[in-house]
């Protein structure tokens, strides 16, 4: 069942009801509409679009590059992404290919020019890799308890980005460069029980760009 999971997410991610993002949402994410009453008056309502970005990411957790697809709730303050990551066997000798599910909270930005702001974030994320010998569960000719299973991990991280507004783009809203610091469930775990690794090395560093993708207004 567990092998499933994201393709679960990826069909509840990709048809999201638009009521889970009408609450708090700002004024940027929004879509001015003008109706007719059936008397001939005209009236302006609000309709939420749904905020959809995709990112580019180099380096990290989830291979050597990843490209993702993203959705932003409550005003911009909590985002969720479906990734995908690929590692090339010239890199570590094995080819990896590995999906995840990327929850991150935005902290307060921090306004630099009227189009340009920066912010930091903090999240988690959960990862399912494709190679050799990886499983969710034990093979049945293995003792219990013989290997832990190795295909789903589970990964922290801080960051900090950079956002410009792009009013006079056709397609994006903005566009944004990050940098993260992350660590995977496992290192920590090994370096919390031995000595043998260093505090530096539980930490991965990685770059990316994100781009908000301008929606047309929503017609009924």
């Known amino acids: 069942m567990k092998n499933y999971i994201f393709v679960i997410v990826l069909v509840f991610f990709t048809f999201l009801p638009e009521t889970l993002l009408a609450a708090d949402i700002s004024d940027s994410d929004t879509e001015n509409n003008t109706e007719t009453e059936n008397d001939g008056s005209d ?7 749904r ?8 380096a990290g957790n989830l291979g050597l590059f990843s490209v993702g697809y993203g959705k932003s709730f409550f005003n911009d303050h ?12 010239s890199v ?13 909270y935005n902290l307060k930005p921090l306004k630099i020019t009227d189009n340009s702001y920066i912010n930091g974030y903090v999240g988690a994320c959960m990862l399912r890799g494709f190679t050799h010998n990886t499983f969710v569960k034990l093979a049945g000719y293995y ?8 295909a789903i991990h589970y990964t922290f991280y801080v960051g900090a980005k950079y ?6 783009s056709i397609l994006f809203n903005n566009v944004s460069t990050f940098c993260e610091l992350g660590t995977v469930e496992y290192l920590v775990w090994y370096g919390l029980k031995t000595r043998y690794i260093d505090f530096s090395d539980l930490w991965n560093l990685s770059f990316g760009f994100n ?4 929606r047309k207004p929503k017609n009924n």
Not at 51 to 58: R, V
Not at 211 to 214: M, V
């Open 78 to 89: 909590l985002s969720l992404s479906l990734i995908y990551g690929y590692l090339p066997s």
């Open 51 to 58: 905020p959809t970005s995709i990112s580019f990411q180099y």
């Open 143 to 150: 003792t219990k308890g013989y290997y832990q299973p190795n």
């Open 43 to 49: 009236i302006l309502i609000n309709r939420p679009r």
């Open 211 to 214: 781009f908000d993708i301008k």
């Open 163 to 168: 956002k410009h507004l792009t009013p006079k």
């Open 92 to 104: 570590n000798n094995v080819e990896v290919s590995t999906f995840a599910f990327k929850p991150l």
